[in-house]
């Protein structure tokens, strides 16, 4: 996979492995933001549910050691941030 910027608003490219990792991990732990966002499917979420997200990607840091997981959430983490500017805002999870 290439580095690019993502400036041009095209999302975080996360590789399908990953999302199923996030999404069982989610599971797991009783990540609600994670554990409904499964990889096969579309979702959109609003701006409380963008916050939620961040935290429970910061608080997976903690819980887990997983270099690849850290690596893929802080670039979700910096991209959610960057487009939860106000209460109108939402986003598309799409696989």
Not at 35 to 59: Q, T, V
Not at 77 to 92: A, E, G, L, P, Q
């Amino acid at each position: 996979m290439s580095q690019r910027s993502y400036e041009e608003d095209d999302g975080v490219p996360v590789p399908i492995p990953i999302m199923y990792r996030f999404y069982h991990i989610g599971r797991a732990y009783d990540l609600h933001q994670l554990k409904n966002f499964s990889p096969r499917e579309c979702s959109a979420i609003d701006f409380i549910s963008m916050n939620l997200l961040i935290a429970e990607l910061e608080a997976l840091r903690e819980l887990i050691n997983d270099s690849v997981l850290n690596h893929y959430g802080d670039q979700l983490i910096d991209y959610v941030k960057r487009h939860s500017i106000d209460s109108k805002s939402r986003m598309i999870l799409s696989a």
